[in-house]
């Protein structure tokens, strides 16, 4: 097992995920460059269920389960970030599994901001540029209604270098209506079949004779 040696950032984490009181608050914690916690709301169900497509979607196209989501970053300022969804190299995986609590530094090659109602286009720009000088390679950023918008350290690109086949939209709805056509097909299906054996079907009610 290797030694990792903990900066204070990385101390104070750990000092906040071991907070017996911290641990059961519901909300999203993050702490900035000072080691103070921040608070937010957690995620509602449109988030986790983009960012649950996100981490399928890459790693589908990559082959390989080493996206996660809710992964924290030291970053470059000593502030500790959520990232939503993050790519992984193998060397990161190997860390966390050795110590799960870790807040990465460098920051993993794809890191991933879905954005959330309370969010303002500043707060966006502000993790963005921590994520880029932190070490990572892509940052995406999912707006609410789907669209990925990619970025490098230059700047907004058109399309991911790191995985050019990933879409440009998230689409949570697709799923949700398959699912329903399924269970009305289901349905209409079991209407047809024929009464099982040691089953008695009811017949309806005939209409009442008129007066």
């Known amino acids: 097992m290797s030694v990792v040696h903990l900066s204070r950032a990385a101390r104070r984490w750990q000092e906040i995920v071991n907070d017996p009181e911290l641990s059961q608050r519901p909300e ?27 981490q399928a979607q890459l790693d589908r196209l990559f082959g ?18 959520i990232a939503d ?10 860390l966390l599994l050795e110590d799960p609590n870790l807040p990465l530094q460098p920051a993993p090659p794809i890191c991933v901001e879905i954005v959330s109602p309370s969010n303002t286009v500043a707060q966006m720009e502000e993790k963005r540029a921590l994520y880029f000088a932190t070490g990572a390679k892509e940052v995406w950023i999912c707006e609410r209604d789907g669209i990925v918008r990619f970025f490098d350290s230059r700047g907004e690109i058109a399309h991911s270098h790191l995985v050019p086949e990933f879409p440009k939209v998230i689409s949570i709805q697709r799923p949700l209506a398959e699912e329903r056509q399924v269970g009305a097909g289901r349905i209409r299906s079991e209407a047809k079949l024929p009464p099982q054996p040691g089953t ?11 007066r």
Do not use: N, Y
Request: aromatic share 4%.
């Open 28 to 54: 999203r914690i993050e702490i900035d460059a000072r080691g103070q916690v921040i608070m937010a709301p957690p995620p509602d169900f449109i988030h986790r269920s983009q960012a649950k497509e996100i």
């Open 85 to 94: 969804v993050v790519w992984l190299t193998r060397e990161q995986c190997q």
């Open 64 to 81: 390989q389960a080493r996206a996660f989501t809710e992964q924290p970053i030291e970053t470059a300022i000593g502030a500790v970030k």
């Open 200 to 210: 008695t079907r009811i017949p309806p009610e005939p209409p009442s004779p008129e």
